[in-house]
């Protein structure tokens, strides 16, 4: 069982960065992939970024490619997700996730473990 708390969510500005944490309970979480989803209200949950249990390789929704970075650190059981040039429709609920495979898509169903998530608002 893995646990994950997310933490970095709060107010910005259109334009400015947050930068996201996930912090994992498991003693080492580095076989699993993990993920970023986003839903904002009245809206399905969406894919953000994934990164390889490795760290070498990424993936990024079209949305968010250049402008937000997914990173890991294994040896703090960690995930980050930094996040620049915010837009309004940036605004959501942020949510971790984890795979026990080494990679996952961008389908929700790829991910075995969720976080309960954290509140990014951009305002206008």
């Known amino acids: 069982q893995v646990q994950l708390v997310e933490s970095g969510g709060g107010l910005v500005q259109a334009g400015g960065s947050l930068r996201l944490s996930c912090a994992a309970s498991?003693?080492?979480?580095?076989?699993?992939?993990m993920g970023w989803f986003r839903q904002a209200p009245g809206k399905e949950r969406e894919f953000v970024a994934v990164i390889r249990w490795s760290g070498g390789n990424t993936y990024y929704a079209d949305s968010v490619k250049g402008r937000f970075t997914i990173s890991r650190d294994n040896a703090k059981n960690t995930v980050y997700l930094q996040m620049n040039s915010l837009k309004a429709e940036d605004t959501a609920v942020y949510y971790c996730?984890?795979?026990?495979?080494?990679?996952?898509?961008?389908?929700?169903?790829?991910?075995?473990?969720w976080g309960q998530g954290t509140q990014v608002t951009v305002s206008s």
């Open positions: 996730a984890a795979a026990r495979k080494g990679w996952a898509t961008d389908k929700a169903d790829d991910y075995d473990y």
């Open positions: 498991r003693r080492t979480f580095s076989p699993y992939a």
